[in-house]
């Protein structure tokens, strides 16, 4: 019986899913720390902004290294000339590779404060326009985050924010907490929802093995927040996350009618 018409659940798709695992991580790791470092020591002479075509490279190389096919859907409402914050689902760990190869446009994500004060990490951190993020949770740390944010989106940097808090441990898309909606509405920046698909089926957290697919990523129509009143902020979130979660649950009844989900 040949790799190709072995069951799923078979021992030789096992044997040959984990040798395949092994050698995608091995090939992966190797390429990420010689890559990393050269993008890490380019970007502390050179403007990371200059050197943005190269981060992209970087990340789209580990998607294919790791065995990933890659593909982004924008809706016809999408606006890429827009300085936006970019909305989206926690996977995994690859997800901050996904979203770099994804969004056209020069954007940074939101890292705990403390992180900056490590020693080199945190100097890079900041050098590469991340937002630092107070670590106690609370009014005073959402509104100094806010006027952080606010300050990155002037310059013209898009943010990116994991609105769940955390990765999903199941596939499908968790509550989204509001802080992220109430700077958006103060700031009247433009929101985008971001839909990662396909990620949970090729690599779920908890676990190791690097499973065959295709990674989809749809940026939605961009949602201007201008006129969204204070009041909307909650009604803003609900909308935001039924608009991510739409296609993750339509790919995940899709895979669970047609038994095509790995198993863990």
């Not at 075509?53 to 789209?60: A, K, V, Y």
């Not at 997800?95 to 994804?102: E, M, R, T």
């Not at 985008?192 to 295709?214: A, C, Q």
């Amino acid at each position: 019986m040949t790799r190709m018409n072995a069951p799923m659940n078979s021992r030789p798709h096992r044997v040959w899913l984990v040798t395949r695992s092994l050698a995608l991580w091995t090939v992966t790791w190797i390429h990420f720390l010689v890559v990393c470092l050269l993008v890490l020591a380019v970007g502390a002479v050179v403007d990371p902004r200059k050197t943005d075509r190269l981060q992209r490279g970087f990340c789209r190389n580990i998607l294919r290294l790791a065995g990933v096919r890659f593909e982004v859907r924008c809706s016809p409402g999408f606006d890429p000339s827009r300085t936006s914050i970019f909305i989206s689902n926690h996977v995994n760990i690859f997800d901050p590779f996904v979203i770099y190869s994804a969004i056209p446009q020069f954007v940074r994500g939101f890292e705990l404060e403390s992180h900056f004060q490590i020693p080199v990490y945190g100097w890079l951190m900041g050098r590469f326009g991340n937002v630092p993020v107070p670590d106690v949770p609370g009014r005073e740390g959402l509104q100094i985050m806010a006027g952080r944010a606010r300050a990155a989106l002037a310059s013209g940097t898009s943010l990116i924010a994991f609105a769940e808090g955390s990765r999903t441990r199941t596939g499908r898309v968790q509550t989204f907490k509001k802080g992220i909606f109430t700077i958006a509405q103060k700031a009247g920046v433009p929101i985008v929802p971001m839909s990662i698909v396909g990620s949970y089926e090729f690599f779920r957290t908890g676990h190791w093995m690097l499973h065959p697919g295709k990674i989809t990523i749809y940026l939605h129509d961009t949602i201007d927040t201008a006129q969204i009143a204070r009041s909307d902020v909650d009604a803003l979130r609900r909308r935001v996350q039924e608009i991510v979660s739409a296609p993750v649950e339509q790919s995940m009844r899709a895979n669970d009618s047609a038994g095509t989900a790995p198993a863990a």
